[in-house]
């Protein structure tokens, strides 16, 4: 299956569309365009009965472009990618970059979809949405847009554990652009997952990922930070170096928790027990507020970098919507 990904790892949810969906989608577009078309032919022509052979050829022309051809572009552009097949089957047309498709996007799948729809008898695009990875017809490919599956099972919002507080802006000098994005999903689903595996497991695909995410950014990792608060670190930096990016760097971005605070990033401290430097999933997290770090059992406070890390609330990260 060919998901959507962004530049920071979030795998969307929109599923591409594949042919047999699109293709029962375009057969009731079809239906409906073809019979008001039928219908309007058979008005015209009793009420201009008196014309001419060119004259009526004329009108039959105008039809066709306007109730075969303009009459699709108009439906998906008021509609927002919505026709009626599209919306019967559980379908939708967006721009490769996720938004929603304007005129321009639907003329050009519009008039391409004459010639490898209608005048092929769909052998055009039934050939180009096998050949595309994504299922695009050649309309798709010059208009930039694709078309996704809206009615997808819900799935429960999991959010990366942020890091220790100890950790917390420790990364701010490591190169992170040299991280390909699949090593950035890996490791977010690892952190998003490691509550249901074995801790031996876990612990192993810990010290890989880090390993490779090490490589990579060509800083080792501390040899005092678990493989796993290491991770949980430097996502947390690059999502921190993508919220910048994203609102501009102001007053406050010299440190994470004052750069959070003036963003609007909702954090939750808890009053009971110190920070600690060691790793582990959360356990559970309640709606409508931040992914909260849970302390593996056993861990106390520590030293990071040499000094003393002082109690202090846990945050949570929420990555910017």
Do not use: N
Request: hydrophobic share 45%; glycine share 12%.
């Amino acid at each position: 299956m060919s998901e959507l990904v962004t530049g920071d790892a979030v795998v969307l949810g929109l599923r591409p569309a594949r042919l047999p969906s699109r293709a029962l989608a375009v057969l009731v577009d079809l239906v409906l365009a073809w019979t008001v078309y039928v219908v309007l032919s058979l008005v015209l022509l009793t009420a201009t009965s008196s014309l001419d052979t060119a004259a009526l050829a004329a009108v039959q022309v105008a039809l066709f472009l306007l109730v075969l051809v303009g009459g699709p572009i108009a439906v998906e552009t008021l509609s927002h990618g919505r026709s009626p097949g599209k919306a019967a089957c559980g379908l939708r047309v967006l721009r490769d970059d996720g938004g929603p498709v304007r005129f321009r996007h639907s003329l050009v799948r519009g008039a391409l979809g004459v010639v490898e729809i209608q005048l092929s008898f769909g052998v055009i695009a039934c050939t180009a949405s096998l050949v595309s990875a994504r299922g695009r017809r050649l309309g798709d490919v010059f208009a930039g847009t694709l078309v996704v599956r809206e009615r997808v099972p819900a799935a429960r919002a999991v959010r990366v554990p942020p890091p220790p507080p100890a950790l917390v802006g420790r990364f701010r000098g490591v190169d992170l652009s040299r991280v390909p994005d699949g090593l950035w999903l890996a490791v977010r689903q690892f952190l998003t997952r490691a509550g249901q595996l074995d801790a031996a497991v876990a612990e192993s695909m810990a010290r890989r990922l880090a390993a490779d995410v090490a490589a990579c950014t060509g800083a080792p990792v501390p040899p005092e930070v678990p493989a796993g608060a290491y991770l949980a670190g430097v996502v947390a930096e690059r999502q921190e170096r993508d919220a910048r990016r994203a609102f501009g760097a102001g007053p406050g971005h010299d440190g994470w928790p004052a750069a959070a605070e003036a963003r609007g990033v909702a954090r939750e401290a808890s009053p009971e027990g110190p920070p600690v430097t060691g790793f582990a999933p959360p356990a559970g997290e309640r709606p409508g507020s931040a992914a909260v770090f849970t302390p593996a059992p056993g861990a106390r406070s520590g030293t990071a970098g040499g000094a003393e890390v002082a109690p202090e609330p846990r945050t949570g990260f929420v990555p910017p919507s």
